[in-house]
């Protein structure tokens, strides 16, 4: 069964810095793509990034590249993201999501309701002054 467990959220100043870590279980990260959605109020659910199973290969929604970087440490099963020059805009409820598509179009996508089947509970960001 899988399970995600997220950690790392709170409120930061405008330009800080959070890591967000998502304990992963049930499967090894070698068998599923996992990734990071979030939600602000009253939007859908957005395709922040993602690291692919096997390969590794990252997909960060334009928004947030250059200060968003998603890793993956196989000894603690744990995907992490480091979110970095955080704006008022990133403030979200951030899931971790395993099992789904890690491609383009996953990171340029705004899903209304939850478009996958294994989800976390969701961590809280908040960027304010």
């Known amino acids: 069964q899988v399970q995600l467990v997220e950690s790392g959220g709170g409120l930061v100043q405008p330009g800080g810095s959070l890591r967000l870590s998502c304990a992963a279980s049930?499967?090894?990260?070698?068998?599923?793509?996992v990734g990071w959605f979030r939600q602000a109020p009253g939007k859908g659910h957005e395709g922040v990034s993602c690291?692919?199973?096997?390969?590794?290969?990252?997909y960060t929604r334009d928004s947030v590249k250059g200060r968003f970087i998603i890793s993956r440490d196989y000894a603690k099963s744990t995907v992490y993201l480091q979110m970095n020059s955080l704006r008022p805009e990133d403030t979200a409820l951030y899931y971790c999501?395993?099992?789904?598509?890690?491609?383009?179009?996953?990171?340029?996508?705004?899903?209304?309701?939850?478009?996958?089947?294994?989800w976390g509970q969701g961590t809280q960001v908040t960027v304010s002054a």
């Open positions: 999501v395993a099992d789904f598509p890690c491609d383009e179009t996953t990171v340029v996508a705004t899903y209304r309701t939850k478009p996958f089947d294994s």
């Open positions: 690291i692919s199973s096997a390969e590794g290969i990252t």
């Open positions: 049930g499967f090894t990260l070698d068998d599923y793509a």
